[in-house]
């Protein structure tokens, strides 16, 4: 279909100031944090549900695809409109449309960002916890998308685990609705089917969410190690003994220098790794839970440890891990985060392995990372512009999935496949695994009309 | 400003966006607009494209880099601080170069050389604003010699809606006992609108009379209410004199015992940081010091404060080119301050205040906002 038509078609639907389609905005669509581009036909930003049903009845019935986006903060290449279509940008659609304290659940439209959220909920005392990085600006629609992770994760699972339902478009405009707001929903569990399938299968337009109330009490610690081995063996004896903290992140030595260059949040510089432990719930029992904490890092070989006696330690603490990567970005013009998840036990050994591949292809690699749950995030510097670099980066990144998907782990913690990740989803997947969750993509959508050419590997059938 | 240039200048520092988004929370112009033009990202993500030859001057990229207030909240939260309002200003170079702006950039530009001021006034009726003053001396404000300059600024000059400014500093330095001249029909603009404008080599006319006449005076400070004068004065201009905003030199006199406070202000306020004065010229302490030391005055911060202070809206010449685009700004700050549950706003910028109390005298929000040069004058009493 030509674009004039389309843009025609489109107007009529949601009026003229909300579709973009100079090729300024088709410029500008075309990326996300990814080092992808591609490039729409238009972009279309829809205000309710129904006129989201009826851009992706047009679309449907156009045989034209439809992406949706809604900050462009994800890492995989997952909004990149690689074969065109329509990109529906939901900024539009930022209402937080129900908080029910009573029955701790919220309901939101899928353009709102995570820390709206989370601020709105603060004045009661409860929180939503999944925390991704990105929560100032991340939408709920990508968190469902991309079923995002973050620090809190580790103690409270990932997105995943607090999305009870949605209202969801299907590929021919068709609105439904998936799980409720009760716990166990009767028939196929379709909102685990759509969390995390990044777009392909369909486009949520209202997402229901499990709220919480905020923890009693939260301790945070600092313990600082002379080996990375030691600090990895640290996690693992941790989690084994039966404790799991609210947060377990690492950081390396590389890490540690850029941070306390750039804001001294006391780190050593001659340390090889730190960890940021930190326990919340009831204040009973809490004080005994770190003195055993302690203990467990002493017997790894921790060169100190240290707790955080007031909000203001703990909050530098946080500056340090929450402004590591931008303490690394300043180090070269671009990085590219790689997300892969090992099992704790096997994160010294991988560690090291990445490192060498570092060294192999003469890329600095820092790492901070979620490591109680093994989610490693080697970050690797170098200029975008140079293109025998940015090829090196590629091969590294994915040699660096390798590594995750031979320790017994997998190619992605919380940031999705994308358009990034797919031949190494064969690193992970049989061809038969792929062929199921492909007759899952049929059956949702199939006419392709859904965020094409992502995740999924080609395979022979 | 030519293509070559903008690479040189501004390759290295563009390519430094990581297109993360995180900026998009925070950008004014985004959270009114919601579409990827208006993000820092977008305008990085163009200047780039322009220097790289992917894309040309197109009339969207004219509208996106002429919307950007130059609050810099977009660098202050970036991880690697990229300098977005740098690219976007020699943006709006280029695009001068090629006469491709806004219709009204002209009238300024045409004000400024004809009148050495933003107005449609002649430049003698800069010291209008003391028609409404009592017992003003025989000098008018205007001596030959004086330590300190009290530069005025354009819009605190011809605005009556912030000419209570000056009328109220002049009272505080006199109280104060400070030997201090103003340049009157002498002083021409700071220069500021130009390098907004993108057309800063058009400055160096004022700039010279200005050093030149503050040198004429051998004043020792040189003292601005406006934010962006004083700005633009510690960026571009060459000059012996200390430079001082007016809470830095408020906050001196504080100190000296030369302000003394008899009546004080029983009212709860809280304090805007303007983008010139905070962010940019990174004086956040001395206004709160002042509002600190006035007996019977509770300051409450707003949640976005200091840093991370939410622009009015008013910046970088927005309130000219898209009136309506600023006042849904100030709309959202009126909210975060009416938020606080403070009696007063008070802030050190007219700029601020013509956008914060404009809206709300359009939309009959009840809503008092001071400069902190009359909450100063009223807490010193007789």
């Known amino acids: ?461 | 400003m030519k293509q070559e240039e903008l690479k040189t200048l501004l390759y290295d520092e563009i390519a430094k966006c990581n297109r993360c988004g995180f900026c998009l929370a925070h950008c004014p112009i985004y959270t009114i607009m919601g579409r990827e033009w208006a993000t820092p990202r977008g305008k990085n993500a163009l200047v780039r494209a322009i220097i790289e030859g992917k894309i040309g001057w197109t009339p969207e990229i004219e509208d996106t880099l002429f919307r950007c207030t130059g609050c810099r909240l977009c660098t202050q939260t970036c991880f690697p601080a990229v300098e977005t309002n740098q690219g976007v200003l020699a943006g709006r170079a280029c695009l001068a170069d090629m006469h491709q702006y806004p219709k009204i950039v002209d009238r300024v530009v045409e004000a400024l050389e004809n009148n050495f001021n933003i107005s449609d006034e002649p430049n003698e009726d800069r010291t209008l604003w003391m028609d409404f003053l009592k017992n003003v001396p025989e000098h008018m404000y205007q001596k030959e010699k004086a330590e300190v300059v009290y530069f005025v600024g354009c819009v605190a000059a011809f605005f009556p809606l912030v000419q209570k400014i000056p009328q109220a500093f002049v009272q505080v330095l006199d109280k104060s006992k400070v030997d201090f001249t103003i340049l009157g029909g002498e002083e021409w603009c700071c220069g500021f609108p130009l390098i907004q404008m993108g057309m800063e080599e058009k400055m160096q006319k004022l700039v010279e009379h200005n050093q030149e006449k503050v040198k004429q005076v051998s004043a020792k400070t040189v003292v601005f209410a406006c934010p962006s004068c004083f700005h633009t004065w510690k960026e571009k201009y060459n000059t012996n004199a200390e430079l001082l905003h007016s809470t830095q030199y408020m906050e001196r006199l504080i100190n000296e015992k030369k302000i003394v406070f008899n009546n004080g202000f029983n009212k709860t306020v809280t304090y805007h940081d303007p983008c010139d004065l905070g962010r940019n010229s990174k004086v956040f302490d001395p206004p709160r010091n002042i509002l600190n030391a006035i007996p019977g005055l509770k300051l409450v911060e707003m949640a976005n404060n200091r840093q991370l202070c939410n622009c009015c809206g008013g910046g970088g010449d927005l309130e000219m080119i898209d009136p309506e685009l600023s006042a849904a700004i100030a709309e959202r700050k009126i909210q975060e301050i009416q938020d606080t549950g403070a009696e007063v706003v008070v802030t050190s910028c007219q700029q601020c205040i013509r956008t914060i109390s404009g809206y709300a005298r359009k939309k009959e929000i009840d809503l008092k906002v001071m400069d902190i040069t009359e909450v100063v004058l009223e807490a010193m009493g007789s």
């Open chain 1, 1 to 461: 279909m030509d674009r004039e038509k389309m843009v025609e078609e489109l107007v009529k639907l949601v009026g003229k100031e909300n579709v973009l389609s100079s090729e300024t905005d088709l410029y500008l669509y075309g990326y996300d944090a990814s080092l992808f581009r591609g490039k729409p036909d238009c972009i279309v930003l829809p205000g309710s549900t129904e006129e989201v049903s009826k851009i992706v009845k047009f679309a449907h019935e156009a045989g034209v695809h439809v992406v949706g986006r809604g900050s462009g903060t994800n890492l995989s290449g997952g909004t990149i409109p690689t074969q065109g279509g329509i990109v529906v940008h939901f900024s539009r659609m930022n209402r937080i449309l129900e908080i029910d304290i009573e029955n701790q659940r919220a309901v939101v439209e899928p353009g709102v960002f995570t820390l709206a959220l989370k601020n709105a909920l603060a004045r009661y005392g409860y929180v939503y916890q999944p925390d991704p990085a990105s929560e100032k600006v991340s939408t709920f629609g990508g968190n469902f998308g991309e079923n995002s992770g973050g620090p809190h994760c580790l103690k409270y699972g990932v997105t995943t685990n607090h999305i009870l339902g949605a209202e969801v478009v299907l590929y021919n405009g068709d609105v439904v609705h998936v799980g409720g707001k009760t716990l166990d929903n009767p028939g196929y569990d379709l909102t685990g089917v759509l969390v995390g399938s990044e777009g392909t299968l369909g486009i949520a337009t209202k997402l229901i969410l499990r709220i919480m109330p905020k923890p009693e009490a939260v301790k945070t610690m600092l313990a600082i190690y002379n080996t990375l081995e030691d600090a990895g063996k640290t996690v693992s004896a941790i989690i084994g003994d039966g404790i799991v903290p609210a947060t377990l992140e690492m950081l390396d030595r590389l890490t540690i220098k850029a941070v306390e260059e750039s804001i001294h949040a006391g780190f050593p510089l001659d340390a090889e790794a730190v960890l940021i432990i930190e326990l919340d719930g009831l204040k009973d029992g809490m004080e005994r839970l770190a003195e055993r904490i302690m203990e467990i890092c002493k017997k790894n070989n921790v060169r100190e440890v240290k707790a955080a006696k007031t909000e203001a330690e703990r909050m530098q603490l946080w500056a340090g891990r929450k402004g590591a990567f931008g303490a690394i970005a300043r180090l070269r013009p671009n990085y590219l985060v790689c997300d892969g998840t090992v099992p704790r036990t096997k994160l010294p050994e991988v560690l090291t392995k990445v490192m060498e591949v570092g060294r192999k292809y003469d890329l600095s690699i820092a790492n901070v990372f979620h490591a109680g749950d093994g989610n490693l995030h080697p970050l690797i510097l170098f200029d975008e512009r140079n293109e025998e670099e940015l090829r090196k980066v590629h091969l590294a990144g994915s040699e660096i999935m390798k590594l995750c998907a031979e320790a017994g782990g997998t190619i992605s913690g919380e940031h999705g496949i994308g358009t990034e990740k797919k031949k190494e989803m064969l690193f992970v997947f049989t061809p038969q695994d792929i062929g199921a969750m492909k007759k899952v993509k049929m059956a949702f959508d199939p006419e392709d009309i859904y965020n094409p050419g992502k995740v999924l590997p080609e395979i022979q059938e």
